[in-house]
């Protein structure tokens, strides 16, 4: 397997709460990896470092074997990371067309030129819903963007940053919003971003989920990777390592007080 993204001795520190020491990881091109663990574990911290949003971490961060600097959303783009946070509603701009929606990074660079017609932008628009299998109408196209459904935000703001061709794709719950159908037209999309190469990092606490999609599963617990497998996994040792000793066996008490 080859590498999209390494991830080397990463720490950080809130004031004096340490939210991750030393961790380690790395995503291979082509296929899911998973990031299990509890709340407070560190997921969001690491996505988020890896995103851009955080620079005051020490370690290193490669992609393609070569040492990168991450310090801001922008340079993360740029060294081809992209990132779908939980909250989608963060991702659409309100009060403009779907297709406006799916171009806006173009037409916020001047790449598309202020004042083109919305015929203009509705073309466009259509060539990189079409090459995403979206096979999306022009009147929808044409419509203001909450007249979408959440699935279909949702499929907007990967299609927008799929149009960027990142060499890591990063989704933090992607399925929490989506019904049962939504989520395996979402998987099958992935499947299509595996085959072009991409790698993808998966955040989910569905098990159901991730054994379906994931190829390699790491375990995170107070700011640690615990445990790494490929597929087939074994979740009784990944649950164990997501939660620990002390509280298995809390947990195994807490049963026999209930007889
Ligand atoms: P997860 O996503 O696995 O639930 P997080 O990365 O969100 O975990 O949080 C890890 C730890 O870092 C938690 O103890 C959390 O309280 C703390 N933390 C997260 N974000 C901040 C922040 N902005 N300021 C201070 N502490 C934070
Ligand atoms: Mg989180």
Same mark, same amino acid.
């Given at each position: +397997?080859?590498?999209?993204?390494?991830?080397?001795? &990463?720490?950080?520190?809130?004031?004096?709460?340490?939210? /991750?020491?030393? #961790?380690?990881?790395?995503?291979?091109? $082509?296929?899911?990896?998973?990031?299990?663990?509890?709340?407070?574990?560190?997921?969001?911290?690491?996505?988020?470092?890896?995103?851009?949003?955080?620079?005051?971490?020490?370690?290193?961060?490669? =992609?393609?074997?070569?040492? #990168?600097?991450?310090?801001?959303?922008?340079?993360?783009?740029?060294?081809?990371?992209?990132? #779908?946070?939980?909250? &989608?509603?963060?991702?659409?701009?309100?009060?403009?067309?779907?297709?406006?929606?799916?171009?806006?990074?173009? &037409?916020?660079?001047? *790449? =598309?030129?202020?004042?083109?017609? /919305?015929?203009?932008?509705?073309?466009?628009?259509? %060539? &990189?819903?079409?090459?995403?299998?979206?096979?999306?109408?022009?009147?929808?196209?044409?419509?203001?963007?909450? *007249?979408? $459904?959440?699935?279909?935000?949702? +499929?907007?703001?990967?299609?927008?940053?799929?149009?960027?061709?990142?060499?890591?794709? =990063?989704?933090?719950?992607?399925?929490?919003?989506?019904? =049962?159908? *939504?989520?395996?037209? /979402?998987?099958?999309?992935?499947?299509?971003?595996?085959?072009?190469?991409?790698?993808?990092?998966?955040?989910?606490? %569905?098990?159901?989920?991730?054994?379906?999609?994931?190829?390699?599963?790491?375990? +995170?617990?107070?700011? %640690?990777?615990?445990?790494?497998?490929?597929?087939?996994?074994?979740?009784?040792?990944?649950? %164990?390592? +997501?939660?620990?000793?002390?509280?298995?066996? *809390?947990?195994?008490?807490?049963?026999?007080?209930?007889?």
């Amino acid at each position: +397997m080859v590498s999209a993204v390494e991830v080397r001795n &990463i720490s950080m520190a809130f004031g004096t709460n340490q939210v /991750l020491s030393g #961790v380690d990881l790395t995503i291979d091109k $082509g296929q899911t990896t998973a990031l299990l663990g509890a709340n407070g574990a560190g997921k969001s911290t690491l996505i988020k470092i890896l995103s851009g949003v955080y620079s005051s971490f020490t370690g290193e961060i490669l =992609i393609d074997g070569k040492a #990168v600097t991450i310090d801001s959303p922008t340079t993360a783009k740029l060294a081809g990371i992209e990132t #779908v946070h939980q909250r &989608i509603d963060e991702g659409v701009i309100p009060g403009l067309t779907v297709a406006e929606n799916l171009l806006f990074d173009k &037409i916020v660079s001047g *790449e =598309i030129p202020r004042g083109v017609s /919305l015929k203009t932008i509705v073309n466009e628009a259509e %060539k &990189i819903a079409g090459a995403l299998d979206l096979n999306w109408s022009r009147s929808k196209l044409r419509n203001d963007v909450y *007249e979408l $459904g959440i699935a279909e935000q949702q +499929m907007l703001i990967l299609a927008r940053t799929l149009s960027r061709s990142p060499k890591l794709l =990063i989704l933090d719950e992607p399925t929490s919003a989506l019904s =049962i159908a *939504e989520s395996q037209n /979402l998987f099958r999309f992935i499947k299509n971003l595996e085959e072009q190469g991409i790698a993808v990092l998966y955040v989910s606490h %569905k098990l159901s989920e991730l054994e379906q999609i994931a190829k390699k599963l790491v375990v +995170m617990r107070d700011g %640690k990777i615990r445990n790494e497998q490929s597929a087939p996994f074994s979740w009784d040792l990944a649950l %164990k390592e +997501m939660l620990g000793q002390k509280e298995l066996g *809390e947990r195994s008490n807490f049963k026999q007080v209930q007889g």
